[in-house]
């Protein structure tokens, strides 16, 4: 089954650039999505379609998508942002999420 | 605007059926596709499965066998039946909208805790 990978955890300072890749096997070819999630909250929806971002996401969000990895970029980071981000793909129909990337904001 | 609302037995004993609904509003489920996905304590997201707006599902794999993800359009709710549960399976579940195409999933309820214990 297809898998992908992200690292468990991730350090910035604040105000600095954040990024948390997600690796797959040419996960490029497909889709992706990032989800943030606070503790005790839901997920929420903060990429999707390689790089877009839904209404109320702030523009420090971005991301891209090529090769075997995707990456998602927080630009001026902000304490708010500190929370667990899930890449997730898909393949043959099939969802499948990365592990999570614990983002600490220090 | 869409919310949505998982209910449910909060405890459910060993080889048993864990069955989860998921009330919708704000939208017609005729119009979207369905997903539930859980999340073991201290743990990341796994996908269950989805049903597409025409009623067919999708599973994940590891889950396939005991799965069964339905919709009742007359009430707007879909439901997850989950059996033959062990410890592993305590997680919160989350009911979502969306899972079938690349726009993601966009919208998530607010979970429920499921303990799988005698």
């Known amino acids: 089954s297809y898998e992908v990978s992200q690292p468990p955890s991730v350090s910035v300072s604040p105000g600095q650039t954040a990024s948390i890749t997600c690796s797959g096997d040419k996960l490029g070819d497909k889709y992706t999505c990032w989800y943030q999630q606070k503790p005790g909250q839901s997920p929420v929806l903060v990429i999707y379609q390689d790089t877009k971002r839904p209404s109320g996401i702030p523009e420090r969000f971005s991301a891209s998508n090529s090769g075997n990895a995707a990456t998602l970029t927080i630009s001026g980071t902000q304490a708010m942002d500190e929370a667990d981000y899930y890449c997730q793909a898909w393949d043959s129909s099939t969802v499948v999420f990365g592990g999570g990337t614990k983002l600490t904001v220090l | 605007q869409v919310q949505l609302q998982e209910s449910g037995p909060g405890l459910v004993k060993p080889s048993e059926t864990l069955s989860l609904t998921c009330s919708v509003s704000?939208?017609?489920?005729?119009?979207?596709?369905w997903s539930w996905i859980r999340q073991s304590p201290g743990k990341g997201l796994e996908w269950i499965g989805y049903i597409y707006s025409s009623g067919s599902a999708n599973y994940n794999p590891s889950l396939k066998s005991r799965v069964t993800i339905s919709g009742e359009t007359s009430k707007n709710l879909f439901s997850l039946k989950l059996t033959s549960v062990t410890a592993a399976d305590t997680a919160v579940y989350y009911c979502a909208r969306g899972g079938s195409h690349s726009t993601g999933i966009d919208r998530w309820g607010q979970g429920t805790l499921v303990t799988v214990s005698s």
């Open positions: 704000g939208v017609s489920i005729s119009d979207y596709s």
